[in-house]
């Protein structure tokens, strides 16, 4: 098992800010994304969506939505992951 810091903004209550998170070893950007949208602690989403293409992960400050393959980015212990919705308003 490894544990990451996740933080999780816009769920549309009381933000989760760096849980101590405990995942199995190998687990992908993908894998946590999905467990988290099982446990309803993803963002408030608008629309239907497939995929997370209308989120923001930072995985220690790096955003790796911007990579080519971001879900298979592998978490590590220790890791920090912040999750928020990337909807700006104006």
């Known amino acids: 098992m490894i544990e990451i810091s996740l933080s999780v903004f816009g769920i549309g209550k009381e933000p989760i ?3 101590s998170y405990s995942l199995r070893v190998g687990t992908t950007i993908l894998d946590l994304l999905h467990e988290l949208d099982e446990k309803t602690m993803l ?4 629309g239907e969506q497939d995929d997370y ?3 923001l992960i ?13 879900y298979r ?3 590590n212990n220790q890791d920090r992951v912040v999750v ?7």
Not at 84 to 90: C, E, H, K, N
């Open 17 to 19: 800010n760096k849980l």
């Open 43 to 46: 963002p408030m989403r608008f």
């Open 53 to 55: 293409q209308d989120l």
């Open 58 to 70: 930072f995985v220690n400050r790096e955003n790796v939505m911007s990579k080519d393959e971001e």
């Open 73 to 75: 980015t592998l978490l």
């Open 84 to 90: 928020l919705s990337a909807m700006a308003g104006g």
